[in-house]
């Protein structure tokens, strides 16, 4: 640095310029004297909240993991809550002793699952069941299929869909929706089990008794409200007016009878008959489903959740990148006319 | 109070002083930057009122261990003089005004050199801003970079172009 140079900064300093007493007064007056300071800020929280935030995200998916695994092993056999039951065969013959029990009555591995269908038979249920069956051939796949449909008949029950596929390249597989009466499901499961080599099962059992249970109070209440409304307009002395108010809500409540006279149908009705989805196919068309222990399927329900939560953090970068993108061409832009502004 | 006598040095680690303790200490060499970059002492004086103002709202944001008060002040500064300068070109140019006028009395400093003076508003309001927070205020490289929003290799150039064109100045002057 030049002589001249330290001589125009010692200048600078010297006569450097004061703050005038009144704008010192006028600052003063409005500082306070102490102020603390609460909560971290903005740089270190988003330090912190940023492995917290991931930290939950691994949490929330291993809970997710172990909830759902254990979801597998689960049956209101009782049918107490009147919640959804799912079985499928290695679970039944580990998990319950009444799927024990109904093994070595039955004496058969193949109806490990229907066995475990123990909800009381005082209870209205649903059952939906499906069932994956391999066969030899393609002659088989297709004896399979018309026993299938025969076995339901005989039990009272239907064939609702039947799909039959059998390329030419070999292998084939059917699709066929069965409806049976519900008392007759655990046989019908039983009875197509036989049909070939079991590659999985699955049953669900819904209690619909609650259900049934409420249907059955609203309508009694509504036919209670009826009464009381006929007898109100059969009474003479009811002025015009309130006579027709009365009939307005007597015909809205014949109207709600009727509804949840038909609601309540369909709740017998759902109970009364059990689904069954059977899947048949030849070797090359059936893969058997790997059974996995409680351990590989926590870690495939963690996995898949975190594969969900990557998918969304994905989609909200994508969303939020174009705006991002915006505003940092806005800052730039205004970092440049700031520029001009002093260099003018 | 004099720019030197100034405790420029960032408070121990962890201790945080109180708004008033900073506002007095700082109150001088928030002025002096106001001073120099806007030309105008009258305008100064509001925007150091106003930067303080805002220093207040935002007190419980500083962070002592990443700098000093006087650079968080005088960044705020910075960005309440930008304000008035937007505000000030859209005023000139409603009133007409292109050139920037300012006053052949503005004093820069009190008992400042006539030739440095008009070598002083010679300058552009970025050239003295500069000098400002590196002379004036005695900020090192690295926290006038940051209130300045440029790199240091930049703001050295910006000093050492600044005072080559004031030494230049005050030497055509003197001629």
Redesign the interface.
């Known amino acids: 640095?030049?002589a001249?140079?330290l001589t125009?900064?010692s200048?600078?300093?010297a006569?450097?310029?004061?703050?005038?007493e009144?704008?010192?007064a006028?600052?003063?007056e409005?500082?306070?004297?102490?102020?603390t300071?609460?909560?971290l800020?903005?740089r270190r929280l988003a330090l912190v909240a940023l492995p917290v935030a991931c930290g939950l995200g691994v949490a929330a998916a291993l809970v997710h993991g172990v909830v759902r695994s254990g979801d597998h092993a689960n049956s209101s056999a009782q049918g107490g809550a009147g919640v959804a039951a799912s079985v499928t065969t290695a679970e039944s013959l580990h998990s319950f002793d009444s799927a024990r029990a109904a093994v070595k009555q039955h004496g058969s591995a193949s109806s490990a699952a229907a066995g475990a269908l123990a909800i009381a038979s005082s209870r209205l249920a649903h059952t939906d069941a499906s069932l994956q069956i391999r066969v030899g051939d393609t002659d088989a796949l297709s004896a399979a299929t018309t026993r299938a449909t025969r076995i339901a008949t005989s039990l009272g029950g239907y064939a609702k869909s039947v799909q039959y596929s059998s390329p030419q390249t070999g292998g084939g597989a059917a699709t066929i929706d069965l409806r049976v009466p519900a008392q007759n499901v655990k046989v019908a499961i039983a009875r197509l089990s036989g049909l070939g080599t079991i590659v999985s099962q699955q049953l669900s059992v819904a209690d619909l008794q609650d259900r049934f249970k409420t249907q059955s109070a609203q309508i009694a209440q509504l036919h209670r409200r009826v009464a009381a409304l006929l007898k109100a307009i059969a009474d003479s002395s009811l002025p015009e007016a309130q006579r027709v108010l009365l009939r307005i809500q007597l015909a809205e409540a014949k109207r709600a009878v009727a509804q949840r006279t038909n609601a309540r149908q369909g709740t017998l009705a759902a109970g009364a008959t059990a689904r069954i989805e059977l899947v048949i196919g030849t070797e090359k068309a059936i893969v058997p489903v790997s059974h996995r222990g409680r351990l590989d399927r926590m870690l495939h329900s963690a996995v898949g959740f975190l594969a969900l939560e990557a998918m969304i953090a994905l989609y909200v970068l994508i969303v939020v990148s174009p705006l991002a993108l915006a505003a940092a061409l806005v800052w730039l832009w205004r970092?440049r006319s700031?520029?001009r502004?002093?260099?003018? | 109070?004099n720019?030197?006598s100034t405790p420029l040095d960032a408070p121990a680690l962890g201790a945080?002083p109180?708004?008033?303790e900073v506002?007095?200490e700082q109150?001088?060499a928030?002025?002096?930057y106001l001073?120099y970059?806007t030309g105008d002492?009258g305008a100064a004086?509001d925007l150091?009122?106003e930067t303080?103002?805002k220093a207040?709202r935002s007190?419980?944001?500083?962070?002592p261990r990443r700098g000093s008060p006087r650079t968080w002040l005088c960044k705020i500064a910075r960005s309440v003089a930008?304000d008035w300068?937007?505000a000030e070109?859209r005023r000139r140019k409603r009133e007409d005004r292109y050139a920037?006028d300012l006053s052949a009395s503005e004093?820069?400093?009190?008992?400042?050199?006539g030739p440095?003076q008009e070598a002083l508003h010679a300058l552009?309001?970025?050239e003295r801003?500069v000098?400002a927070l590196r002379?004036?205020l005695e900020l090192d490289g690295p926290s006038a970079a940051r209130v300045l929003?440029i790199s240091q290799t930049a703001c050295s150039t910006r000093l050492s172009r600044a005072?080559?064109r004031?030494?230049e100045r005050?030497?055509d002057v003197r001629e």
């Open positions: 640095m030049s001249n140079e125009v900064e200048l600078l300093r006569h450097a310029p004061h703050a005038p009144g704008l010192r006028r600052v003063l409005g500082a306070p004297v102490a102020q300071r609460l909560g800020p903005p970092r700031v520029d502004l002093l260099a003018a | 109070m720019a030197a945080r109180g708004f008033a506002a007095a109150l001088d928030v002025y002096r001073v970059l002492r004086e150091a009122a303080f103002e207040f007190w419980r944001r500083f962070d930008i300068f937007r070109t920037r004093d820069f400093g009190d008992g400042l050199p440095l552009s309001p970025a801003e000098v002379v004036l929003g005072l080559r004031l030494e005050m030497d």
